[in-house]
């Protein structure tokens, strides 16, 4: 399989103003996150999709590939697909959020794997263990699925409620790293936006609220992105050694 990873890196942040170039220890943000995806042994090509200027000098200027797209892009996944046009020959497209500096390479390797033997698969995802601390932070999203692996539901809220005891049922995080067959996600940025994708912010509703099937593969992998100064400091002091 032709397997392309794409890292969305948008300029503006509420929070954190040109995040994609951050320092961290040294380097900017964008450069950690694609010097780690560019370490999995699947992809045949891993990309920077980003909307400024500054963002791709920046990745040509440490040897990246990366690809000018509009700015106009609502989503990331409107980005991912403005991609996808143009590379044709790519079967499956993997997303690597650019806020991601600590991702582990096998766990995109992980996500490529999981359409060896399905072809009829056309979305998949990740989801790790829940700590405690985390189970009602809305900045952290849940997710909950079948007896098969695939997603019944995402939530900023705890999921499932813990009616009787919490450990009668795993809880989980959800990991934003998403992966897709070319022509689902052409099609997949055509969806309406839908209602519960709206009132949780979560765009990966739209699929499952349209009828598609989200495979989500269980890894024990932790990271921490980047979406606060304090979230910048915590990865600045992991990477410096000072972490533990």
Do not use: W
């Not at 909307?51 to 990331?76: C, I, K, N, W």
């Not at 582990?104 to 390797?109: K, L």
Request: proline share 7%; net charge negative; aromatic share 6%.
């Amino acid at each position: 399989m032709n397997i392309l990873c794409v890292i969305p890196a948008r300029y503006a942040s509420t929070r954190l103003p040109g995040k994609p170039l951050l320092d961290i220890a040294g380097q900017p943000m964008i450069q950690r996150v694609y010097e780690r995806a560019k370490q999995a042994k699947r992809p045949s090509t891993v990309l920077v999709a980003t909307d400024h200027q500054a963002v791709y000098r920046a990745v040509e200027a440490f040897g990246g590939a990366a690809m000018l797209t509009s700015p106009e892009h609502p989503t990331g996944t409107d980005r991912l697909a403005e991609v996808a046009v143009s590379f044709p020959a790519a079967d499956i497209i993997i997303n690597v959020q650019g806020d991601e500096p600590l991702i582990e390479p096998q766990v995109i390797d992980d996500l490529a794997a999981a359409f060896d033997d399905d072809q009829a698969l056309a979305m998949a995802t990740l989801m790790t263990p829940l700590s405690e601390a985390e189970q009602h932070n809305p900045n952290v999203v849940k997710v909950i699925t079948d007896l098969k692996g695939y997603a019944l539901y995402f939530s900023r809220s705890l999921i499932p409620y813990p009616r009787v005891r919490l450990n009668d049922a795993p809880v989980y995080k959800h990991l934003g790293l998403y992966a897709y067959r070319r022509e689902f996600l052409l099609k997949y940025a055509r969806l309406a936006p839908t209602p519960l994708e709206s009132v949780e912010s979560l765009e990966q509703l739209r699929a499952l609220e349209h009828g598609y099937r989200i495979k989500v593969i269980k890894t024990d992998f932790q990271t921490v992105g980047v979406d606060t100064p304090e979230d910048l400091a915590l990865v600045n002091k992991l990477l410096s050694g000072k972490g533990g």
